[in-house]
């Protein structure tokens, strides 16, 4: 075109043009959308010392996720979970949650188990605004990052609580020792809650000693502990370590029983401590053998796809996903704060691990736990204890 008319008119068929462009590309993008899957992040220890709290969690998250999606998934379209391996190491778990939320985009991750992995990786979440629900982390610090950070576990104050009041009111034993992993956030906080209740109901920590991640030489502290007045050794700590304990324990002729939390549930526990561990008991989010109608259905569907019983990590990823899912069913849409604020909403959530509800500072309220037993060579029943009162969320804690 020559006239000098022409030039705007091509220009505006061009930005017309443009525009239908856009306009299809965008319902394009939508169309897309619809049907394309839903991103979830996962992040956890696939690799190192924590191994197996990372893959019994993943196995539970895998069994959920396919239930989900052989039922439609949610909102019409299937949810895909996408892994990260945390390494067991802080570090990579920053790294890990930052690759989920910037390079894959996901709506929500779950995650970590080791609660110094979820405590670097809380902040992360809570500063792009992305919902983060620990399975398996019981540190209280680990939801008080932020409002998006959610678990779906009892914390450490409940279950070293409900411990300390097992050992002196229902075993009516008196004085205890502590042997601690300093380099664990979780181990701390137990030892912590725990020392603090035995004192406060009469009891007496007769010995105190502690170890560091990655140590295989447990002697000269164990021999330090014997020569206390103990009857009983509480060791807060993570599978790997319990076994290599109690081995040694015995060896230098410490009879007493060891007990611990959640951090020993392992189907590598035995394996490692063997007749070592015989007598010796921890608390725990659940049991393979417990007859609820609805464990028993986890149970089976789980040693069918996996192999194995699940662990407590297994049942929490397995309640995690499915929570996740019913509170994206019911979000207006899945942008962060939307979805942050359904979570927040759960009441009555029939789990496996119990029923949840979302307490207010983003804490299950009332669950419940058992305490097992390493019994000839297996894992049994030896306390089914009930809620506390309102104390598996840490703002309603009441010293005694
Ligand atoms: N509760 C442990 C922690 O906070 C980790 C854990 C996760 C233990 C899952 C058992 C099962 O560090």
Aim: with cysteine; glycine share 12%; aromatic share 6%.
């Amino acid at each position: 075109m020559k006239t000098g008319r022409g030039k705007p008119l091509g220009a505006l068929v061009l930005a017309l043009a443009l525009f239908g462009c856009a306009r299809e590309e965008a319902s394009r993008a939508e169309a897309v959308d619809k049907t394309s899957e839903i991103l979830v992040g996962e992040y956890g220890s696939m690799t190192g010392p924590e191994a197996s709290f990372g893959q019994g969690t993943h196995n539970g998250i895998i069994l959920a996720l396919d239930e989900i999606n052989a039922g439609g998934g949610v909102k019409g379209r299937k949810i895909k979970v996408i892994t990260e391996d945390d390494q067991s190491r802080p570090d990579q778990a920053a790294s890990a949650v930052t690759k989920l939320i910037s390079q894959h985009r996901v709506v929500a991750i779950l995650g970590a188990a080791a609660s110094s992995n979820s405590l670097a990786g809380a902040p992360i979440c809570q500063s792009n605004k992305v919902p983060m629900i620990t399975p398996g982390s019981t540190n209280p610090e680990v939801t008080k990052k932020g409002d998006y950070i959610f678990r779906t576990c009892f914390i450490d104050p409940y279950q070293g609580e409900a411990l300390a009041k097992y050992i002196a009111n229902d075993l009516k034993l008196r004085r205890a020792a502590i042997l601690r992993d300093v380099s664990s956030d979780y181990s701390m906080g137990l030892a912590n809650v725990f020392r603090q209740t035995f004192v406060s109901l009469g009891g007496e920590i007769v010995a105190e000693q502690s170890y560091s991640k990655g140590d295989s030489d447990f002697r000269a502290q164990l021999t330090g502990l014997k020569s206390s007045r103990m009857e009983v050794l509480f060791v807060p700590g993570y599978y790997t370590d319990i076994g290599q304990i109690a081995i040694q324990a015995r060896d230098l002729g410490i009879q007493h029983p060891l007990m611990g939390g959640d951090g020993w549930d392992s189907p590598r526990l035995i394996e490692i401590g063997g007749e070592a561990l015989e007598g010796s008991f921890y608390t725990n989010h659940h049991h393979a053998d417990d007859p609820a109608p609805s464990v028993r259905n986890f149970v089976d569907k789980y040693r069918k796809r996996h192999g194995y019983d699940p662990d407590g990590g297994a049942a929490l990823g397995y309640d995690s996903m499915k929570l996740l899912a019913s509170a994206m069913r019911r979000a207006a849409s899945l942008d962060g704060p939307t979805l942050r604020d359904e979570i927040a909403r759960t009441r009555e959530f029939a789990g496996v691990t119990g029923v949840i509800t979302m307490g207010p500072d983003r804490n299950p309220l009332n669950k419940k736990f058992v305490v097992l037993e390493v019994k000839n060579g297996r894992l049994a029943l030896r306390a089914a204890i009930e809620p506390l009162a309102g104390s598996a969320d840490g703002s309603e804690q009441k010293s005694q």
